[in-house]
């Protein structure tokens, strides 16, 4: 483990920046802490808002992160108030939280973490507390306490498992008291607790400990022979990412389930060596059935992956598709029988309230998905998996892993504080969980649906032939919305492959789709007589056939979930009302129209509803209004080009001006299960146009 600490980097800090420094540091290495758990303290001199001198503990604030953690996260606590728990016999989690709060000094300051009375109970002035990898190896094995005692003598108190809460706290304090010569405290199936009189040493101590625990596991490693044979080699890469494509859909689709009241979930690939390593290993079913290392790492995976069985040989023909597709439904409905009895035998009331599907899916020689409410929770699951095979690997090599039992992690899974604690997150949105494609995103309309989608919660698949273009709105999207929310794949749509290439990057990031916005288009000015072949031939290209393409592999992937979906073709006002000069346009129009229709029909069953959106004349950065195309619109009109958009707006009832954030709004309205009784409509958002209304 690399010392990170640089004295140049630390000069003239006081010493709450010093904290949030030394945070960060530890924040910064994954084998330590991973994103959002460890904590860290320091106790000071303070004067309260009367001016008298008080004790503070500075302990990291719930839901901060050690990587980002600022001066201003470290909400502050009356030590006096808290040490008067420190010989309370009983205290149930509710009244310690409340305790917690009115121990604040200021009320307003963010809630302190739920791990606050460990660092309380210490008299040390720096405390860290991390989850490390090499340390966990150490304690989720057999013998926990031998192993802790041969890596570090006397210079670690050991402390059996128990429950974060009072007690716990209570018992690192006495172990840590009864062992004068301890530098730290290994907390078994949990992680490491170290101290200093100052900042630097702390963090000191934190590398140095968590250096000897790597050294001794190192030393007794056996390598990746410690899983067991190799019995399920990897497919080669090619392979693995054509199947996982094809199967993630189905698995999504059984996951999230057809009942419209259980959320959506994301699915996220990951066939990185060390996932596909151990997935393959004779040993790795068993082992991913012994637990989490940590009660951290069971709030992002759960108790138990589910492990696939897949057929032997090849995968990526039709028949070992089928029977992979059959082995994930049969092993899922296991699954889903073992997590209900494990609510039930564990747990008494209220325990239904948390999510019981699974959250990491093993499938030897494909690789692994991580499902979750949204894509940056999936890609935190996978990263704690990774961090758990390295646990089960260093533990396994020391002795034999040894982990949570399933009571205990019911208990933390059920925890009342934990259930608060995700509680805390933002309530989901009306498209949490779901992912729409949108062509002709990177700009005018197709960006301003893009962009309204994505602010209700939506995962967006973001195309066009404009690279910069999808990749700037991928980027915009991200940066309102946390990462991973958005991809920009340049494609065009009138060829079949690169459409194939839209949805096996949808399936691979997300799982699959649950919204197609079809309104890539173009729009040719010229009367028919005069017209070129190839002019006629490239607005069927674009405006029919690529749409034909999106929703033939949209409807496959959909049916392939089994939930449902939602099509929305960007029409024109011009299929109802076609204009002279606009034949190639219009007539092509009128045949995605047809296409719409008939997709309606030919998908209700399967609860995939299709609609269109006629809007008409919207200018705002708009690839399709070109200055020619002004032009000659203006021309047909008989008015200038800087008239036209005036002479659109007096033009419809309402007289108003139509923008693209008004037709996203139809959009989102057709997305959302608000339409849900809705298909093979024409919603208009053209101000109101009466030659245009659809009949
Ligand atoms: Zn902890």
Known sequence: MRNLWKDDATAGLDDLALLAHRSRLIGAEPALVLRGGGNTSLKRDETDFRGRGVRVLRIKGSGSDLASIGAGDFPGLRLDDLEALRAR??????????????????????????????????????????????????????????????????????????????????????????????????????????????????????????????????????????????????????????????????????????????????????????????????????????????????????????????????????????????????????????????????????????????????????????????????????????????????????????????????????????????????????????????????????RGIALRLASEGCHIVATDLDRDGVDSLAAQIEALHGPGRAIGMAADITDEAAVGGLFDAAALAYGGVDVIVSNAGIAHVSPIETMELADWKRSFDVNATGHFLVARAAIRQMKAQGIGGSLIFIASKNVLAPGKDFGAYSASKAAQTQLARILAIENGAAGVRVNLINPDAIFQDSGLWSQALREERARAHGIRADELEEFYRRRNLLGIRVTAEDVAEAALWLASDRSSRTTGCILTVDGGVREAFPR
């Open 89 to 446: 016999r009983t205290m149930d989690d509710q009244e310690m939280v409340d305790w917690l709060l009115r121990c604040l000094v200021d009320p307003q300051s963010p809630r302190p973490s739920i791990e606050t009375l460990l660092h309380a109970f210490l008299p040390h002035t720096h405390v860290d507390h991390t989850h490390a990898d090499a340390v966990l190896a150490l304690t989720d094995t057999v013998d926990p306490r031998r192993h802790v005692e041969a890596a570090f003598g006397a210079d670690a108190a050991f402390v059996p498992y128990r429950r974060p809460g009072l007690r716990l706290a209570q018992e690192v304090a006495l172990a840590v008291g009864d062992a004068p010569q301890a530098r730290a405290a290994v907390l078994e199936k949990h992680g490491l607790i170290t101290w200093g009189a100052d900042a630097r040493s702390c963090y000191d101590a934190t590398i140095a400990m968590v250096s000897r625990a790597e050294t001794f596991v190192a030393g007794q490693s056996r390598g990746a022979a410690v899983f067991g044979a190799l019995v399920r080699p990897p497919r080669p890469p090619a392979e693995r990412r054509a199947v996982a494509a094809r199967i993630a859909p189905r698995l999504r689709g059984l996951i999230a389930g057809r009942d419209a009241a259980v959320a959506r979930v994301v699915l996220r690939f990951d066939d990185a060596d060390d996932i596909l390593d151990f997935a393959g290993r004779e040993a790795a079913p068993q082992m991913a059935l012994a637990g989490p290392a940590t009660p951290d790492h069971l709030m992002y995976t759960r108790a138990r992956p589910l492990v696939v069985t897949p057929p032997e040989g090849p995968l990526d023909a039709a028949a070992a598709l089928e029977r992979l597709g059959a082995s994930l439904e049969k092993d899922l409905a296991k699954y889903t029988a073992w997590s209900e009895v494990y609510v039930r035998k564990h747990g008494g009331a209220g325990g239904a309230a948390v999510d019981a599907r699974p959250r990491v899916v093993l499938v030897p020689g494909l690789g692994m998905f991580t499902a979750w409410k949204d894509a940056h929770h999936a890609r935190m699951t996978a990263d704690v998996y990774h961090h758990a095979i390295a646990v089960m690997q260093g533990a396994q090599a020391i002795g034999e892993y040894r982990s949570l039992d399933l009571k205990d992690c019911h208990d933390i899974e059920y925890w009342p504080l934990e259930l608060y604690r995700m509680s805390m997150a933002p309530p989901p949105r009306e498209l949490s969980g779901r992912v729409a494609l949108v062509t002709g995103a990177a700009r005018g309309i197709g």
